[in-house]
C-alpha cells in the first residue's frame, strides 16, 4: 500500500510575499489598490492579527490620523498584550488630536514597563 502525497496546506496565514506586495503598493503610493488587496486578506484570513497591523501602516503612510487611530484600536482589541499595537493607538491618537484615547493607551502601555 503506497502512501498518499502530503500537500502543504496554506494554514491561516497568509504567504509573507502576500504582506510584503501590499507593503511596497502602499510604499508607492497607490494606498487605495493596497487597502483593497489588505480587505482580500483579510477577507481570506480574518484571525490573522498581523493584518490589522498593517491596516494601521496604511492608514498611517495615507496622513489620515483619525483611519490609522480606528485600525489601532481594532489592532489592540485584537491583541491587548501587544506593546506595539498600544504604541501606535497612542502615536495615531496624539495625531488625531484624541488625546484622552492617547493617555489611555500610553497608561496601558505603562505597565509593560513594570
Same mark, same amino acid.
Given at each position: 500500500?503506497? +502512501? +498518499?502525497?502530503?500537500? +502543504? ?12 506586495? *501590499?507593503?511596497? *503598493?502602499?510604499?508607492? $503610493? ?14 481570506? =484570513?480574518? $484571525? =490573522? +492579527?498581523?493584518?490589522?497591523?498593517? %491596516?494601521?501602516? *496604511?492608514? @498611517? &503612510?495615507? $496622513?489620515?490620523? *483619525? ?20 504604541? %501606535? ?7 488625531? $488630536? &484624541? ?10 502601555? @505603562?505597565? =509593560?514597563?513594570?
Amino acid at each position: 500500500m503506497s +502512501k +498518499k502525497p502530503r500537500h +502543504k496546506t496554506t494554514g491561516s496565514a497568509p504567504q509573507p510575499d502576500q504582506l510584503t506586495a *501590499i507593503r511596497r *503598493i502602499a510604499d508607492t $503610493g497607490d494606498l487605495d489598490r493596497a487597502r483593497q488587496r489588505l480587505a482580500a486578506l483579510r477577507k481570506a =484570513f480574518p $484571525g =490573522f +492579527k498581523p493584518l490589522l497591523g498593517l %491596516a494601521w501602516e *496604511i492608514e @498611517s &503612510l495615507a $496622513g489620515e490620523p *483619525i483611519n490609522a487611530s480606528a485600525r489601532a484600536w481594532d489592532w489592540q482589541l485584537a491583541s491587548p498584550n501587544s506593546a506595539q499595537a498600544l504604541e %501606535a493607538l497612542a502615536d495615531s491618537a496624539r495625531e488625531a $488630536g &484624541l488625546l484622552a484615547l492617547m493617555a489611555r493607551a500610553l497608561q496601558r502601555l @505603562s505597565r =509593560f514597563d513594570e
